[in-house]
């Protein structure tokens, strides 16, 4: 009853820029915390960033100050705006959603995963 898609990723040259997004869709009452988790090659998926309904907002270590996370409500969307791209950066980049929904007469939170957006940094 509630999808998220993901848009934006793509091949760029080291030090370029790229702005991912991720929408929500389906019966949401409230969107609660939202955020951009990347998996490279051969490792594990780690955390990028994170922002709450309150927009507060955290940062892996190896993005600050490159990478801004942002929402807007109205669209039920998570954007992450990627800026100083490394060849590290290359990943598939996932949207993930804490979302209450309507499901028959009653409300339900469920977390969400989007199916992914590749992002590849030349060098």
């Known amino acids: 009853q509630v999808q998220l898609a993901e848009s934006g990723g793509g091949l760029v040259q080291a030090g370029g820029s790229l702005r991912l997004s991720c929408a929500a869709s389906?019966?949401?009452?409230?969107?609660?915390?939202m955020g951009w988790y990347r998996q490279a090659p051969g490792k594990q998926r780690e955390l990028v960033a994170t922002?709450?309904?309150?927009?507060?907002?955290t940062y892996a270590d190896s993005v600050k100050g490159r990478f801004t996370i942002s929402r807007d409500n109205a669209k039920n969307t998570v954007y992450l705006q990627i800026n100083s791209l490394k060849p590290e950066d290359t990943a598939v980049y996932y949207c993930?959603?804490?979302?209450?929904?309507?499901?028959?007469?009653?409300?339900?939170?469920?977390?969400?995963w989007g199916q992914g957006t590749q992002v590849t940094v030349s060098s």
């Open positions: 993930n959603a804490d979302i209450t929904y309507y499901s028959v007469s009653s409300f339900r939170r469920d977390d969400y």
């Open positions: 922002i709450t309904s309150g927009e507060n907002t």
């Open positions: 389906g019966t949401i009452f409230r969107i609660n915390h």
